[in-house]
């Protein structure tokens, strides 16, 4: 075995570095970040799936890879947080090391390690993978389905081919977003292919008979991954449980759907802008442009191909939120953190190495690095280490995970404290959707989540299966109208109501009730 020289044990060492860097900010002062609402979704689901009591499509909601991942490090809820937003940040690592692998492969160590070192500060990429969402996982499986790519576009072989139907099946399972990425590899063997102006059509009978097999068994390996959902889904489609496959709520559906791609866009660009810098977001555009046009002459030249194809791994995460989200929001776009900081990188490492002005392109290029990190990426990412209600965040950013009635605050706190007193100690608690899988992390007891939309029917059903009377339950409200006198026989008595401190709008404020049956009340 060939021993490692010098030169790559200190490259090694760079890469362990930055990916211990990387895992310090994403795993220190884990809860300083009050829990989002779509994380007691997740945590719920993870505590359930490895139970196998229903088909994990059932639940899966194009997100079903995060619940078993989560699941294998299922915890108490007083400390499912924490814990599971600690495994979110180990599997960036996974993330991380497949960003170096690709910056290695498209422009050497230099680059590799650039990318690393950029997406571990960038704040788009931290930010969510100190919270326990799926779009990490989603990038981490793209990041290695881009690695493979490229080896794939070198060498089309079967086995290569059936490696990237696993990590596409992978990356979808993590989050459907990723559907258009089964495209990356085709992209990668028609960019990276030796092209030549004479007899093209003998060179594409070429390209198809060395890569078509190939991405045939990728496909196929896809469709067999794929199978024990689809099928199931399929034959459940008319039945009283469909399988949710689809989170359908966040779909574009009609025409009061509120914007067009060109308005998606125009709202989206200043909420990447709140994680990323202004300077970030104009220096990857010219990074950009000065990959493909300085290379379009000459097709072979190797940065117009490289940029290309992370160009092209950009727009296969961007298209389908843009023209199929309902909502515009930036956890979507959370996994263009790594093909952005690879553009940026393989640039730099570029511009490092020409010939002419050489002292003085190095030094524009660490000028610019160095200023990005002190004035945006460091000030950011020690804000959100500590305060990250202090962090100035726009738009959906503010109202997400900020505001108050998403996040569990100091209201969703005190209600659940509420809830905790409550006598007796066995009464049946209910919570209204919007509440209740935020006050899963704070109850000692169980809290039934009401459905989503109207509670009154789902609470008048647990009413009369689980209040007989003489019995009382208690019920958390938040953003829903006040409704219990539309449930026949139904008495109640207000004992607390909390509001959150960051909205002046009571419909949204968290009050507990006391519940129970009689005439007269």
Same mark, same amino acid.
């Given at each position: 075995m060939k021993r490692p020289?010098?030169?790559?044990?200190?490259?090694?060492?760079?890469?362990?570095?930055?990916?211990?860097?990387?895992?310090?900010?994403?795993?220190?002062?884990?809860?300083?970040?009050?829990?989002?609402?779509?994380?007691?979704?997740?945590?719920?689901?993870?505590?359930v799936v490895w139970d196998f009591d229903q088909h994990p499509g059932r639940i899966s909601r194009g997100k079903v890879l995060l619940y078993f991942w989560l699941g294998l490090f299922e915890a108490d809820p007083h400390i499912a947080l924490p814990v599971s937003r600690a495994a979110v940040a180990v599997f960036s690592l996974i993330t991380g090391a497949a960003l170096y692998a690709v910056g290695r492969r498209l422009g050497g160590h230099r680059a590799g390690a650039l990318a690393l070192g950029l997406y571990?500060?960038?704040?788009? *990429?931290? &930010?969510?993978?100190?919270? /326990?969402?799926?779009? %990490?996982?989603? #990038?981490?499986? !793209?990041?290695?389905? +881009?690695?493979?790519?490229?080896?794939?576009?070198?060498?089309?072989?079967l086995r290569e081919g059936a490696i990237l139907g696993v990590l596409l099946a992978l990356a979808i399972f993590s989050k459907l977003t990723m559907s258009l990425l089964p495209l990356l590899p085709v992209a990668a063997a028609?960019?990276?292919?030796?092209?030549?102006?004479?007899?093209?059509? *003998?060179? &594409?009978?070429?390209?198809? /008979?060395?890569?078509? %097999?190939?991405? #045939?068994?990728? !496909?196929?390996?896809? +469709?067999?991954?794929?199978?024990?959902?689809?099928?199931?889904?399929?034959?459940?489609?008319?039945?009283?449980?469909?399988f949710r496959l689809v989170d359908s709520f966040n779909l574009r559906s009609s025409g009061d759907d509120p914007a067009s791609p060109r308005l998606y866009i125009e709202t989206l660009l200043p909420l990447v802008r709140d994680v990323t810098g202004r300077a970030f977001l104009i220096a990857a555009g010219l990074a950009v442009l000065y990959g493909l046009v300085g290379g379009w002459r000459t097709y072979q030249h190797r940065r117009f191909k490289n940029t290309l194809f992370l160009a092209v791994w950009l727009l296969l995460f961007a298209l389908l939120p843009v023209f199929t989200a309902r909502l515009i929001t930036l956890r979507y776009y959370?996994?263009?953190?790594g093909p952005l900081a690879l553009i940026l990188?393989?640039?730099?490492?570029?511009?490092?190495?020409?010939?002419?002005?050489?002292?003085?392109?190095?030094?524009?290029?660490?000028?610019?690095?160095?200023?990005?990190?002190?004035?945006?990426?460091?000030?950011?990412?020690?804000?959100d280490l500590t305060a990250p209600d202090k962090l100035n965040l726009s738009g959906t950013n503010h109202t997400e995970y900020q505001a108050g009635y998403l996040i569990g605050d100091e209201a969703v706190r005190a209600a659940a404290a509420a809830l905790n007193r409550a006598e007796p100690p066995d009464a049946a608690q209910y919570a209204t959707w919007w509440g209740c899988h935020l006050l899963y992390f704070y109850t000692d007891r169980p809290v039934e989540c009401l459905?989503?939309?109207?509670?009154?029917?789902?609470?008048?059903?647990?009413?009369?299966?689980?209040?007989?009377?003489?019995?009382?339950?208690?019920?958390?409200?938040?953003?829903?109208?006040?409704?219990?006198?539309?449930?026949?026989?139904?008495c109640w008595e207000a004992?607390?109501?909390?509001?959150?401190?960051?909205?002046?709008?009571?419909?949204?404020?968290?009050?507990?009730w006391r519940l129970w049956t009689g005439d007269p009340c």
């Open positions: 020289t010098a030169t790559t044990i200190t490259q090694l060492a760079v890469a362990a570095a930055f990916l211990l860097l990387q895992l310090f900010i994403r795993t220190h002062n884990l809860t300083v970040q009050d829990p989002y609402l779509d994380e007691g979704f997740h945590i719920k689901r993870a505590a571990a500060v960038l704040p788009l *990429a931290f &930010f969510y993978e100190r919270m /326990a969402m799926a779009d %990490p996982l989603a #990038l981490g499986f !793209a990041a290695l389905t +881009a690695w493979r790519s490229l080896s794939f576009a070198r060498r089309p072989t028609l960019i990276y292919f030796p092209w030549q102006r004479a007899d093209l059509r *003998a060179q &594409f009978r070429r390209w198809l /008979a060395d890569y078509l %097999p190939p991405l #045939l068994v990728a !496909a196929g390996v896809l +469709a067999l991954c794929w199978l024990p959902f689809l099928i199931p889904a399929f034959l459940a489609r008319n039945s009283d449980e469909p959370m996994t263009s953190a990188a393989c640039t730099a490492a570029g511009l490092w190495t020409v010939s002419r002005l050489r002292a003085l392109v190095r030094a524009g290029v660490a000028l610019g690095v160095g200023a990005w990190l002190i004035l945006f990426a460091l000030p950011f990412a020690y804000t459905g989503y939309g109207t509670p009154v029917g789902d609470l008048q059903q647990h009413v009369r299966d689980d209040l007989p009377p003489g019995e009382v339950a208690y019920l958390a409200v938040t953003g829903y109208s006040f409704f219990l006198d539309r449930i026949d026989g139904l004992v607390a109501e909390y509001k959150h401190p960051h909205i002046n709008y009571d419909a949204w404020n968290v009050s507990i």
